[in-house]
């Protein structure tokens, strides 16, 4: 069946960094969308990036322009999530998903297919 596992989280100070990373299984990795979400205690799921399987376009989050970068390695089936200059707003548990979808503009959670357990960002101020 498949998989995705998240990786990388923990507690960080603000203006720090942490990469995520997660590590899918069972399913076409080279022709899925995988994006990263965030959700917060009492919030909404939010989209926080995505990189296409077409042409690994990329779309972010407004908050996050700059400060993170999504990337992929279809050859180990990982896509990653590097995260500078954190702020304690970033703070949330962070999910992997795929979706068959191409564009990587799609920001709904409804769009996506596969999800991971999620991994815990915690930023300190």
């Known amino acids: 069946q498949v998989q995705l596992v998240e990786s990388g989280g923990g507690l960080v100070q603000a203006g720090g960094s942490l990469r995520l990373a997660c590590a899918a299984s069972?399913?076409?990795?080279?022709?899925?969308?995988m994006g990263w979400f965030r959700q917060g205690p009492g919030k909404e799921r939010d989209f926080v990036a995505a990189?296409?399987?077409?042409?690994?376009?990329?779309y972010y989050t407004d908050s996050v322009k700059g400060r993170f970068t999504i990337s992929r390695d279809n050859a180990k089936n990982m896509v990653y999530l590097q995260m500078n200059s954190l702020k304690p707003e970033d703070a949330a548990v962070y999910y992997c998903?795929?979706?068959?979808?191409?564009?990587?503009?799609?920001?709904?959670?409804?769009?996506?297919?596969?999800w991971g357990q999620g991994t815990q960002v915690t930023v300190s101020s």
């Open positions: 069972g399913l076409t990795f080279s022709t899925k969308t």
């Open positions: 990189i296409s399987w077409i042409n690994s376009g990329t």
């Open positions: 998903a795929a979706t068959r979808w191409s564009f990587a503009g799609r920001r709904d959670p409804n769009d996506y297919n596969y």
